[in-house]
């Protein structure tokens, strides 16, 4: 335990020290951070249409297959707009893009399955 506190330490100063980014590459420190901000904070467009969708008397098909339909928006856009969307690790356009149409596809599905 204390080791690992000791490695806490040592990568923290090297990640904040001023023209060591050998030492941080060779520690494997990225300066970004854990996750993509933009993609995943646009995964909560289909978090909220589900509670929104929840409101009313619907489903559990229903209310999946609009927030897939929601997320199939939201793949679209970043498609044309960047190309990527990095919280799936989609780094293609092409892949980006058949990924909205999946989801737009099976969340249309799903909406007109249930009662």
Same mark, same amino acid.
């Given at each position: ?80 707009? /960047? ?24 969340? /249309? ?7």
């Amino acid at each position: 335990m204390l080791f690992n506190l000791f490695n806490i330490v040592v990568m923290t100063f090297a990640s904040a020290a001023y023209g060591q980014s050998n030492v941080r590459r060779t520690m494997g420190i990225k300066d970004s951070l854990p996750v993509p901000l933009w993609s995943t904070a646009s995964l909560l467009i289909p978090v909220i249409a589900f509670f929104y969708v929840s409101r009313a008397p619907a489903s559990f098909s229903v209310r999946v297959g609009y927030s897939l339909a929601q997320l199939g928006y939201v793949l679209f856009v970043a498609g044309i707009a /960047t190309g990527t969307f990095l919280i799936f690790r989609l780094t293609k356009r092409s892949r980006v893009l058949i990924a909205a149409v999946l989801a737009f596809l099976l969340g /249309t599905i799903l909406s007109n399955i249930g009662p």
